[in-house]
């Protein structure tokens, strides 16, 4: 089974800190993605990339960046925490070979920023 | 824009009883729908995924139908059981995309023992 690991279940951070969340696939995924989900709004999409070194804007892109160095490892970056991105943080991958579409999604990373 | 509505936002039923989940869509040019299932405070797990071609996908006692003429899917569940209470998300997959999935807000499930 494909596995996708968010290194943090919580973490807490102060405003102005930079926060890094990451996120690893075992299963050669091209595709990784990063989504916020807030009650009353559902998920949203941040950023994804379908290879190494690319990355594409999703919906919500603003305070966000994101580094994608390895196939396996896609990482989102908060450059200057803020309260407003106290989140649930979810990162999912996925492969358009071999006919299998789907997305398979981390754990997820509750973030409070205080 | 794709949009993707889930209705009832909230549902609780008697232990044992067959349900039905809904989901619709503005857009019928899809590439695949997923339904996943979410455990509070937890990630989404995915249950079903039913391609652009395919009318319905079955897993246990889960089955899932898609219907891109009329842009709906439903999530059939058959004899629930309390372990089945968790939010229900469904998302399609829009075509010409790099894979972007678009969600429903969900239905929550609470089966009742």
Known sequence: DVKVTQSSRYLVKRTGEKVFLECVQDMDHENMFWYRQDPGLGLRLIYFSYDVKMKEKGDIPEGYSVSREKKERFSLILESASTNQTSMYLCASSSDRGGNYGYTFGSGTRLTVV | ?113
């Open chain 2, 1 to 113: 824009k794709q949009e993707v509505t889930q209705i009832p936002a909230a549902l609780s039923v008697p232990e044992g009883e067959n349900l039905v989940l809904n989901c619709s869509f503005t857009d019928s040019a899809i590439y695949n729908l997923q339904w996943f299932r979410q455990d509070p405070g937890k990630g989404l797990t995915s249950l079903l995924l039913i391609q652009s071609s395919q009318r319905e996908q079955t897993s246990g006692r889960l089955n899932a139908s898609l219907d891109k003429s009329s842009g709906r899917s439903t999530l059939y569940i058959a004899a629930s059981q309390p372990g089945d209470s968790a939010t229900y998300l469904c998302a399609v997959r829009r075509r010409g995309s790099q894979g972007n999935l678009i969600f429903g807000k969900g239905t929550k499930l609470s089966v009742k023992p």
